[in-house]
């Protein structure tokens, strides 16, 4: 199959999430699976030094403007992506935000990004035989393809697969953007960017089937529930992959020493790194880590109190790295003074870093509100660091929580303190156990959750949206 993937985000080009490791997973399991697959993202200001080669030049009509635009070649990791140049839209720093803020012209921004695609498409790709986009950014292609090629000899007939990899982003903006757009109005006082693709999208997947069934209630769906009920039967869940050339610890290059399940030996010196590194003593005691964008998603609202609570009841450490919004990184800076023998945070986006702390950890800290699919319990389980995690969407669906007979990890429901609490004192019990503990983390070792089984199920949906 011919496939154009349409991206915000890609890893090792552009990220800020989850978002970005799973579209090179599933670009590169689609073409490791023999189909010929484009990627097309914005060219924001980091990609400017990278050298691209053949370039075509695409206008696009919108908001009362004519627009030209340069769409230039990168070849990346053996994959072909075609980066959207236009320097007034993305020649920017961060994709979506100004560090504090959204960007007030994103509605227009990424309108753009999706016309541009399709207007490539048309002319430089009309072999193309479906489009797949992922996320709010690219939710417009379905309504354009619906209401603005419906007879055109070459797209009409090219399915939209729309994967949602975070519900909670759908970027709404008043309805006077209908018009502005080119989309047509449809009685709301706002339009709904995400609601949009799941509305004109031929099939709408999300990365885990416990995800689905929760967008099909509120408040999980944040106000679509009722949408994705009557699309139901359109609506896949497919479970992420992890990548495991990227992320095994046996090969990772980014530790001090590679480890497996026969010889964990190596996981020592990961964790000594860390602590040399950010001034924590080597003790006996576990060292609980996270790495997360830091927003309320991922639970800080009651995971910081409920630190506050244990720390002085326990010797263990904690380290979370993070970047995000501002009064969860003070709030964290705040426990680093309260507990200086047992309290880090490297505030930053650090890759290997994040890598170095998978290693180093022996618990990892995952206990959001919601999570559609997750990729750090994933590489948690991967690195022997045994995930604490709320049991929501993809979690529940990766990991089995002690004391069950092949656990693999720890988990709780409720969204409280005390829930918290006990989980993080679970932990302590199972970790004073060596053979208990290690019996947990060789079980979460032993996981595999390929790209190759997701890009299976997606190449099952395109055949289903391709009938
Ligand atoms: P989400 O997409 O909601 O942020 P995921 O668990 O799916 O959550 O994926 C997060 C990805 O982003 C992982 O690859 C993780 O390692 C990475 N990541 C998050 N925060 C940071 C950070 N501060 N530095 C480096 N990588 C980070
Ligand atoms: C989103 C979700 C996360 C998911 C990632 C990749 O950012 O928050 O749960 O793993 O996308 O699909």
Redesign the pocket.
Known sequence: MRILLLCSEFEGLI?T??????CKGIASGLQAAGHQVTIMLPRYSNLYSRPTGDWQSVFVELDGQQYGCAVRQLKFAGLDVRLVEHDDFFRRERPYDDGSYGYADNPLRFAFFCKAALAWCRQYLPEVDLIHGHDWQTALTASYLQQHYGSDPILAKVPFIFTI??GAYQLTCDKSWFGRLGIAANGDEFLNMLEQGVRAATKVVTVSQGYRHELLTEPAANGLAQLYQGRAADFYGIL?GCDYQQWDPATDLALVKNYSPADLSGKAACKAFIRHRFHLADTEAPLFVA???ITG?KGYDYLIPALRNWLPTTSAQVFI???GELHYCRQLYQLADEFPEQFRFYE????S??HQTEAAGDFFLMPSLF???????L?SLKYGTVPIVRLTGGLKDTVLPWPAANATGIGFTEISLDAMHQALQQAEQLFAVPADYLAVQRQGMQQNFSWQAAVTEYLHVYQQALN
Do not use: T
């Open positions: 990220k999430g989850g978002l970005a490791d799973a990899h975070n992420n790495v997360s964008r998603q790295v993070g970047s930053g986006f650090d890759e870093l994040a999570e559609p699919c997750g990729l750090n319990q590489y």
